[in-house]
Protein backbone atom coordinates (compact mmCIF):
# COMPACT_ATOMS: atom_id res chain seq x y z
CA UNK A 1 0.00 0.00 0.00
CA UNK A 2 1.46 3.49 -0.89
CA UNK A 3 1.81 6.16 1.58
CA UNK A 4 -0.94 8.46 1.98
CA UNK A 5 -0.29 12.43 2.74
CA UNK A 6 -1.99 14.77 5.25
CA UNK A 7 -2.96 17.41 3.41
CA UNK A 8 -3.64 17.48 -0.84
CA UNK A 9 -0.58 19.54 -1.53
CA UNK A 10 2.91 20.72 0.70
CA UNK A 11 2.17 23.96 2.69
CA UNK A 12 3.29 27.00 0.98
CA UNK A 13 3.51 25.29 -2.15
CA UNK A 14 3.57 27.54 -5.62
CA UNK A 15 3.41 25.36 -9.03
CA UNK A 16 5.32 27.67 -11.10
CA UNK A 17 5.46 27.61 -14.76
CA UNK A 18 7.50 25.27 -16.61
CA UNK A 19 9.99 27.01 -19.31
CA UNK A 20 10.77 23.95 -20.85
CA UNK A 21 9.44 22.34 -24.08
CA UNK A 22 6.46 20.65 -24.36
CA UNK A 23 6.56 16.79 -23.23
CA UNK A 24 3.69 15.21 -25.35
CA UNK A 25 3.75 12.12 -23.38
CA UNK A 26 4.49 13.49 -20.18
CA UNK A 27 1.31 16.30 -20.85
CA UNK A 28 -1.32 13.88 -21.86
CA UNK A 29 -0.31 11.42 -18.49
CA UNK A 30 -0.80 14.63 -16.80
CA UNK A 31 -3.83 16.19 -18.10
CA UNK A 32 -5.61 12.32 -17.19
CA UNK A 33 -4.98 12.94 -13.64
CA UNK A 34 -5.63 15.92 -13.55
CA UNK A 35 -8.74 14.85 -15.42
CA UNK A 36 -10.20 12.70 -12.88
CA UNK A 37 -8.94 14.57 -9.72
CA UNK A 38 -11.25 17.72 -11.74
CA UNK A 39 -14.38 15.45 -11.70
CA UNK A 40 -13.81 14.36 -8.13
CA UNK A 41 -13.12 17.61 -6.97
CA UNK A 42 -16.59 19.58 -8.60
CA UNK A 43 -18.40 16.51 -7.09
CA UNK A 44 -17.94 16.01 -3.67
CA UNK A 45 -14.22 17.10 -2.58
CA UNK A 46 -13.91 20.57 -1.64
CA UNK A 47 -11.12 19.54 0.23
CA UNK A 48 -8.85 18.94 -3.02
CA UNK A 49 -10.37 22.10 -4.78
CA UNK A 50 -7.74 24.66 -4.74
CA UNK A 51 -4.99 22.22 -4.98
CA UNK A 52 -6.14 20.52 -8.40
CA UNK A 53 -7.23 23.83 -9.80
CA UNK A 54 -3.85 25.36 -8.70
CA UNK A 55 -1.89 22.48 -10.76
CA UNK A 56 -5.03 22.49 -13.53
CA UNK A 57 -3.01 25.60 -14.77
CA UNK A 58 -0.31 24.12 -15.66
CA UNK A 59 -1.87 21.40 -18.11
CA UNK A 60 -0.93 22.64 -21.19
CA UNK A 61 2.78 22.42 -20.49
CA UNK A 62 3.28 20.65 -17.23
CA UNK A 63 6.90 19.53 -15.34
CA UNK A 64 7.83 16.45 -14.13
CA UNK A 65 7.34 18.23 -10.56
CA UNK A 66 3.64 19.00 -11.40
CA UNK A 67 3.16 15.47 -12.07
CA UNK A 68 4.46 14.85 -9.25
CA UNK A 69 2.30 16.81 -7.06
CA UNK A 70 -0.51 15.76 -9.15
CA UNK A 71 0.61 12.02 -7.42
CA UNK A 72 0.52 13.86 -4.58
CA UNK A 73 -2.99 15.01 -4.32
CA UNK A 74 -3.92 11.16 -5.18
CA UNK A 75 -1.76 10.08 -2.50
CA UNK A 76 -3.66 12.23 -0.18
CA UNK A 77 -6.97 11.05 -1.65
CA UNK A 78 -5.81 7.12 -0.45
CA UNK A 79 -6.02 8.31 3.04
CA UNK A 80 -9.45 10.08 2.28
CA UNK A 81 -11.39 7.89 0.15
CA UNK A 82 -14.20 7.01 2.44
CA UNK A 83 -14.64 10.43 3.02
CA UNK A 84 -17.94 12.20 2.10
CA UNK A 85 -19.89 14.85 2.01
CA UNK A 86 -22.27 14.75 5.05
CA UNK A 87 -25.68 16.96 5.13
CA UNK A 88 -27.50 16.78 8.66
CA UNK A 89 -31.02 17.42 8.43
CA UNK A 90 -31.55 17.48 12.11
CA UNK A 91 -28.93 20.62 12.01
CA UNK A 92 -31.37 22.99 11.27
CA UNK A 93 -28.55 25.23 9.76
CA UNK A 94 -29.64 27.29 7.03
CA UNK A 95 -27.81 28.94 4.02
CA UNK A 96 -24.25 30.60 5.04
CA UNK A 97 -21.66 31.60 2.83
CA UNK A 98 -17.93 32.16 3.69
CA UNK A 99 -15.51 33.90 1.69
CA UNK A 100 -11.77 34.49 1.37
CA UNK A 101 -8.79 35.65 -1.15
CA UNK A 102 -5.39 35.59 -1.37
CA UNK A 103 -3.90 38.90 -2.40
CA UNK A 104 -0.85 39.20 -5.10
CA UNK A 105 -0.45 34.80 -4.84
CA UNK A 106 0.20 34.61 -8.12
CA UNK A 107 4.38 35.49 -8.42
CA UNK A 108 4.41 35.94 -11.96
CA UNK A 109 1.10 37.72 -12.64
CA UNK A 110 0.41 39.32 -9.33
CA UNK A 111 -3.15 38.10 -9.43
CA UNK A 112 -5.12 37.18 -6.27
CA UNK A 113 -7.01 33.83 -5.43
CA UNK A 114 -10.73 34.10 -4.55
CA UNK A 115 -12.25 31.08 -2.68
CA UNK A 116 -15.31 30.59 -1.50
CA UNK A 117 -18.34 28.15 -0.46
CA UNK A 118 -21.68 27.79 0.34
CA UNK A 119 -23.43 25.66 3.28
CA UNK A 120 -26.61 24.10 3.95
CA UNK A 121 -27.41 21.29 6.39
CA UNK A 122 -24.16 21.36 7.68
CA UNK A 123 -22.57 20.43 4.93
CA UNK A 124 -21.26 22.29 1.79
CA UNK A 125 -23.43 22.33 -1.65
CA UNK A 126 -21.52 24.85 -3.34
CA UNK A 127 -17.41 26.03 -3.62
CA UNK A 128 -15.16 27.72 -6.21
CA UNK A 129 -11.45 27.86 -6.06
CA UNK A 130 -9.88 30.66 -8.91
CA UNK A 131 -7.77 33.30 -9.77
CA UNK A 132 -9.33 36.39 -10.07
CA UNK A 133 -9.18 38.49 -13.46
CA UNK A 134 -8.02 41.27 -12.69
CA UNK A 135 -5.46 42.35 -10.62
CA UNK A 136 -5.84 44.10 -7.45
CA UNK A 137 -4.09 46.98 -5.63
CA UNK A 138 -5.32 46.00 -2.36
CA UNK A 139 -5.69 42.98 -0.51
CA UNK A 140 -9.25 44.35 0.39
CA UNK A 141 -9.90 44.72 -3.41
CA UNK A 142 -8.96 41.32 -3.80
CA UNK A 143 -11.49 40.26 -0.87
CA UNK A 144 -14.57 43.08 -2.67
CA UNK A 145 -14.03 41.03 -5.38
CA UNK A 146 -14.15 37.82 -3.64
CA UNK A 147 -17.50 39.00 -1.94
CA UNK A 148 -18.91 39.71 -5.14
CA UNK A 149 -18.30 36.53 -7.00
CA UNK A 150 -19.85 34.76 -4.05
CA UNK A 151 -22.23 37.35 -4.18
CA UNK A 152 -23.70 35.99 -7.63
CA UNK A 153 -23.66 32.33 -6.71
CA UNK A 154 -26.09 33.48 -4.07
CA UNK A 155 -28.23 35.40 -5.89
CA UNK A 156 -28.43 32.30 -8.06
CA UNK A 157 -29.42 29.63 -5.26
CA UNK A 158 -32.10 32.18 -4.15
CA UNK A 159 -33.38 32.51 -7.37
CA UNK A 160 -33.77 28.77 -7.95
CA UNK A 161 -35.12 28.20 -4.28
CA UNK A 162 -37.40 31.02 -5.02
CA UNK A 163 -38.96 29.01 -7.71
CA UNK A 164 -39.07 25.94 -5.61
CA UNK A 165 -41.36 28.97 -3.34
CA UNK A 166 -38.70 29.45 -0.82
CA UNK A 167 -38.71 32.63 0.99
CA UNK A 168 -35.54 33.39 2.37
CA UNK A 169 -34.06 36.09 4.44
CA UNK A 170 -31.18 37.49 4.14
CA UNK A 171 -28.25 35.30 3.41
CA UNK A 172 -25.25 35.68 5.54
CA UNK A 173 -22.10 35.88 3.59
CA UNK A 174 -18.96 35.81 5.86
CA UNK A 175 -15.83 37.87 5.04
CA UNK A 176 -11.91 38.88 7.28
CA UNK A 177 -11.84 41.58 5.86
CA UNK A 178 -13.38 44.96 7.62
CA UNK A 179 -12.68 47.27 4.64
CA UNK A 180 -14.06 44.96 1.83
CA UNK A 181 -17.61 44.71 3.98
CA UNK A 182 -17.37 48.55 4.39
CA UNK A 183 -17.24 48.72 0.85
CA UNK A 184 -19.76 46.97 -0.10
CA UNK A 185 -22.34 47.75 2.51
CA UNK A 186 -21.65 51.50 1.66
CA UNK A 187 -21.36 53.51 -1.13
CA UNK A 188 -18.36 55.25 -0.75
CA UNK A 189 -16.20 56.00 -3.61
CA UNK A 190 -12.49 56.37 -2.02
CA UNK A 191 -9.17 57.59 -4.39
CA UNK A 192 -8.23 54.02 -3.41
CA UNK A 193 -11.16 52.01 -4.75
CA UNK A 194 -12.75 54.35 -7.21
CA UNK A 195 -11.28 52.14 -10.14
CA UNK A 196 -12.95 48.42 -9.30
CA UNK A 197 -14.34 47.58 -12.41
CA UNK A 198 -18.29 48.34 -12.27
CA UNK A 199 -19.05 44.71 -12.29
CA UNK A 200 -18.13 43.73 -8.48
CA UNK A 201 -20.44 46.56 -7.72
CA UNK A 202 -23.30 43.90 -7.96
CA UNK A 203 -23.16 43.36 -3.99
CA UNK A 204 -23.92 46.63 -3.16
CA UNK A 205 -27.25 46.30 -4.64
CA UNK A 206 -27.51 42.78 -2.71
CA UNK A 207 -26.95 44.05 0.29
CA UNK A 208 -29.57 47.25 -0.42
CA UNK A 209 -32.28 44.59 -1.36
CA UNK A 210 -31.22 42.82 1.59
CA UNK A 211 -30.45 39.40 -0.50
CA UNK A 212 -27.53 39.19 1.68
CA UNK A 213 -25.78 40.42 4.80
CA UNK A 214 -22.33 40.46 5.43
CA UNK A 215 -20.61 39.30 8.65
CA UNK A 216 -17.05 40.26 9.76
CA UNK A 217 -14.93 36.76 11.00
CA UNK A 218 -11.36 36.31 12.34
CA UNK A 219 -9.25 35.95 9.37
CA UNK A 220 -7.78 32.72 11.37
CA UNK A 221 -11.51 31.34 11.94
CA UNK A 222 -12.21 31.54 7.95
CA UNK A 223 -12.36 27.97 6.99
CA UNK A 224 -12.63 29.47 2.78
CA UNK A 225 -8.69 30.16 3.78
CA UNK A 226 -8.74 26.44 2.64
CA UNK A 227 -9.92 26.99 -1.12
CA UNK A 228 -7.21 29.93 -1.72
CA UNK A 229 -3.79 28.32 -0.69
CA UNK A 230 -1.81 25.24 0.65
CA UNK A 231 -2.23 25.29 4.20
CA UNK A 232 -0.20 23.43 6.51
CA UNK A 233 -1.55 20.32 8.42
CA UNK A 234 -3.31 21.58 11.22
CA UNK A 235 -4.90 24.52 9.92
CA UNK A 236 -5.97 22.18 6.76
CA UNK A 237 -7.53 19.63 8.88
CA UNK A 238 -9.06 22.07 11.62
CA UNK A 239 -11.05 24.16 8.53
CA UNK A 240 -11.62 20.54 6.75
CA UNK A 241 -13.78 19.20 9.63
CA UNK A 242 -16.20 22.07 9.20
CA UNK A 243 -16.91 21.50 5.64
CA UNK A 244 -19.05 18.68 6.49
CA UNK A 245 -17.08 15.91 4.96
CA UNK A 246 -16.77 13.19 7.16
CA UNK A 247 -16.02 9.29 7.85
CA UNK A 248 -18.95 7.57 7.20
CA UNK A 249 -19.36 6.50 10.29
CA UNK A 250 -20.28 10.09 11.09
CA UNK A 251 -16.69 10.83 13.25
CA UNK A 252 -15.02 13.65 11.98
CA UNK B 1 -17.09 -4.70 -23.10
CA UNK B 2 -18.65 -5.00 -18.85
CA UNK B 3 -17.36 -6.08 -15.75
CA UNK B 4 -18.77 -9.72 -16.71
CA UNK B 5 -16.86 -10.21 -19.82
CA UNK B 6 -20.10 -9.85 -22.28
CA UNK B 7 -19.91 -7.83 -25.19
CA UNK B 8 -22.21 -5.03 -25.74
CA UNK B 9 -22.12 -3.11 -29.16
CA UNK B 10 -24.36 -0.29 -30.02
CA UNK B 11 -25.41 1.90 -33.14
CA UNK B 12 -24.03 5.17 -33.27
CA UNK B 13 -23.99 7.85 -35.80
CA UNK B 14 -20.88 10.05 -37.33
CA UNK B 15 -21.43 13.11 -35.44
CA UNK B 16 -18.49 14.37 -37.15
CA UNK B 17 -19.63 14.36 -40.69
CA UNK B 18 -22.72 16.67 -39.81
CA UNK B 19 -22.61 20.09 -41.11
CA UNK B 20 -23.57 23.03 -38.53
CA UNK B 21 -26.86 25.33 -39.80
CA UNK B 22 -27.31 22.20 -41.75
CA UNK B 23 -27.51 18.67 -39.98
CA UNK B 24 -27.86 20.32 -36.62
CA UNK B 25 -28.63 23.87 -34.90
CA UNK B 26 -27.72 23.90 -31.35
CA UNK B 27 -25.58 20.78 -29.51
CA UNK B 28 -26.18 22.31 -25.88
CA UNK B 29 -27.91 20.31 -23.89
CA UNK B 30 -29.42 21.21 -19.96
CA UNK B 31 -28.12 19.29 -17.48
CA UNK B 32 -28.24 19.84 -13.80
CA UNK B 33 -25.24 21.14 -12.39
CA UNK B 34 -23.83 19.05 -9.34
CA UNK B 35 -24.08 22.55 -7.15
CA UNK B 36 -27.42 22.07 -7.41
CA UNK B 37 -28.15 18.04 -6.96
CA UNK B 38 -25.57 18.68 -3.66
CA UNK B 39 -28.13 21.97 -2.93
CA UNK B 40 -31.35 19.57 -3.48
CA UNK B 41 -30.10 16.47 -1.24
CA UNK B 42 -29.26 19.17 1.49
CA UNK B 43 -32.65 20.56 1.08
CA UNK B 44 -34.14 17.41 1.19
CA UNK B 45 -32.41 16.54 4.23
CA UNK B 46 -33.35 19.22 5.85
CA UNK B 47 -36.79 18.66 4.53
CA UNK B 48 -36.74 15.12 5.69
CA UNK B 49 -37.99 14.54 2.29
CA UNK B 50 -38.03 11.30 0.82
CA UNK B 51 -35.66 10.43 -2.28
CA UNK B 52 -36.38 7.80 -5.02
CA UNK B 53 -33.73 6.82 -8.12
CA UNK B 54 -34.39 5.52 -11.93
CA UNK B 55 -32.32 5.35 -14.54
CA UNK B 56 -34.02 6.00 -18.31
CA UNK B 57 -33.26 3.18 -20.50
CA UNK B 58 -30.96 4.03 -23.89
CA UNK B 59 -32.77 7.44 -23.35
CA UNK B 60 -31.17 9.33 -26.23
CA UNK B 61 -33.20 7.33 -28.96
CA UNK B 62 -36.29 9.02 -27.95
CA UNK B 63 -35.35 12.45 -28.68
CA UNK B 64 -37.41 13.61 -31.49
CA UNK B 65 -35.34 15.34 -34.24
CA UNK B 66 -36.59 18.64 -35.78
CA UNK B 67 -33.79 17.71 -38.94
CA UNK B 68 -34.01 15.61 -41.50
CA UNK B 69 -31.00 13.65 -41.16
CA UNK B 70 -30.15 10.78 -43.44
CA UNK B 71 -27.49 7.90 -42.17
CA UNK B 72 -25.91 5.38 -44.34
CA UNK B 73 -27.01 1.51 -43.78
CA UNK B 74 -24.18 0.41 -41.16
CA UNK B 75 -21.38 -2.07 -42.31
CA UNK B 76 -23.00 -5.55 -42.39
CA UNK B 77 -26.66 -4.87 -41.61
CA UNK B 78 -27.98 -3.49 -45.32
CA UNK B 79 -30.64 -4.88 -46.41
CA UNK B 80 -30.09 -7.15 -48.92
CA UNK B 81 -31.03 -6.07 -52.47
CA UNK B 82 -31.52 -2.16 -51.50
CA UNK B 83 -27.79 -1.29 -50.32
CA UNK B 84 -27.77 2.20 -52.26
CA UNK B 85 -30.72 2.97 -50.34
CA UNK B 86 -29.68 5.26 -47.50
CA UNK B 87 -31.86 5.94 -43.87
CA UNK B 88 -33.98 8.28 -42.65
CA UNK B 89 -33.89 9.39 -39.15
CA UNK B 90 -37.09 9.82 -36.89
CA UNK B 91 -35.54 9.92 -33.90
CA UNK B 92 -31.72 10.66 -32.26
CA UNK B 93 -29.08 8.08 -32.12
CA UNK B 94 -26.01 8.09 -29.35
CA UNK B 95 -23.26 10.34 -31.55
CA UNK B 96 -25.39 12.91 -33.09
CA UNK B 97 -24.40 16.23 -31.80
CA UNK B 98 -28.15 17.26 -31.22
CA UNK B 99 -28.91 14.00 -29.35
CA UNK B 100 -28.53 15.54 -25.77
CA UNK B 101 -30.91 18.40 -26.81
CA UNK B 102 -33.09 16.41 -28.99
CA UNK B 103 -33.71 14.23 -25.95
CA UNK B 104 -34.36 17.44 -23.47
CA UNK B 105 -36.83 18.75 -25.01
CA UNK B 106 -39.03 15.33 -25.36
CA UNK B 107 -38.35 14.67 -22.16
CA UNK B 108 -39.58 18.04 -20.79
CA UNK B 109 -42.80 17.69 -23.12
CA UNK B 110 -43.47 14.55 -21.56
CA UNK B 111 -42.89 15.86 -18.15
CA UNK B 112 -45.47 18.92 -18.53
CA UNK B 113 -47.71 16.17 -19.60
CA UNK B 114 -47.34 15.48 -15.72
CA UNK B 115 -48.00 18.80 -14.85
CA UNK B 116 -43.68 19.46 -14.17
CA UNK B 117 -42.11 23.03 -15.08
CA UNK B 118 -38.71 23.00 -15.72
CA UNK B 119 -36.88 25.98 -13.10
CA UNK B 120 -35.72 29.21 -15.39
CA UNK B 121 -32.64 28.59 -12.81
CA UNK B 122 -31.83 25.12 -13.75
CA UNK B 123 -33.30 23.63 -16.79
CA UNK B 124 -32.46 19.98 -15.05
CA UNK B 125 -34.61 20.65 -11.99
CA UNK B 126 -38.18 19.74 -12.37
CA UNK B 127 -40.73 21.07 -10.08
CA UNK B 128 -44.32 19.75 -9.79
CA UNK B 129 -46.79 21.37 -7.75
CA UNK B 130 -50.43 20.78 -7.57
CA UNK B 131 -53.03 22.69 -4.95
CA UNK B 132 -54.01 20.18 -2.32
CA UNK B 133 -51.40 17.86 -2.53
CA UNK B 134 -47.34 17.85 -1.77
CA UNK B 135 -44.38 18.95 -4.02
CA UNK B 136 -42.55 16.54 -5.74
CA UNK B 137 -38.89 17.68 -7.10
CA UNK B 138 -37.22 15.89 -10.10
CA UNK B 139 -33.60 16.07 -10.61
CA UNK B 140 -32.67 15.15 -13.76
CA UNK B 141 -29.10 14.40 -15.17
CA UNK B 142 -29.82 13.29 -19.06
CA UNK B 143 -30.81 9.82 -18.10
CA UNK B 144 -30.43 9.28 -14.39
CA UNK B 145 -33.69 11.58 -12.43
CA UNK B 146 -33.91 11.50 -9.22
CA UNK B 147 -37.45 12.21 -7.31
CA UNK B 148 -37.83 13.61 -3.85
CA UNK B 149 -40.91 14.94 -2.12
CA UNK B 150 -42.06 15.19 1.78
CA UNK B 151 -44.90 12.77 0.89
CA UNK B 152 -43.55 8.98 -0.19
CA UNK B 153 -46.94 8.15 -1.62
CA UNK B 154 -47.27 11.05 -4.00
CA UNK B 155 -43.46 10.56 -5.32
CA UNK B 156 -44.03 6.79 -5.97
CA UNK B 157 -47.22 7.81 -7.95
CA UNK B 158 -45.30 10.30 -10.15
CA UNK B 159 -42.76 7.67 -10.51
CA UNK B 160 -45.45 4.96 -11.60
CA UNK B 161 -46.57 7.46 -14.33
CA UNK B 162 -43.23 8.72 -15.70
CA UNK B 163 -41.80 4.97 -15.92
CA UNK B 164 -45.18 4.11 -17.84
CA UNK B 165 -43.99 6.80 -20.24
CA UNK B 166 -40.40 5.64 -20.60
CA UNK B 167 -38.97 2.16 -20.01
CA UNK B 168 -36.71 2.76 -17.15
CA UNK B 169 -34.63 0.70 -14.51
CA UNK B 170 -35.88 1.51 -10.65
CA UNK B 171 -33.30 2.57 -8.46
CA UNK B 172 -34.97 2.71 -5.40
CA UNK B 173 -33.99 4.60 -2.75
CA UNK B 174 -29.99 5.65 -3.94
CA UNK B 175 -26.97 5.61 -2.47
CA UNK B 176 -25.03 6.97 -5.17
CA UNK B 177 -26.08 9.19 -8.31
CA UNK B 178 -23.85 10.16 -10.85
CA UNK B 179 -21.16 7.52 -9.30
CA UNK B 180 -20.92 10.23 -6.47
Known amino acids: ?135 AYLSTEAEYMALSDCAHQVTWIRSLLGELSYKLKAILICGDNQGSIFMASNPVTEPCSKHINICYHGIRESVVKGNVELFFIDGAENPADLLTKNLPHEKFMKFRAQLGLHFPSGSI | MKSDGCKKAHLVAKGFSQVEGLDFDQVFSPVVCFETVCLMLALATLENWYITGLDVRSAYLYGKLNEEIYMEQPEGFAVPGQEHKVLHLWRALYGLKQAGLAWWHTLDESLKELRFEHLKSEAGIFFYKKKGTNIVIGIIYIDDALFCGPNKAVVDAIKVQFMCKWECRDLGEPSEFLQM
Open chain 1, 1 to 135: MQKSTSTPLPAGYYATKNTEPVDADLRSHFQTVIGSLLYLMLGTRPDIAFAVTHLSRHAANPSQDHLNKALYICHYLIGTSTYSLVYNGGSGAGLIACTDSDWGSDPTSRLSQTGFYLKLADGLISWTSCVQKTI
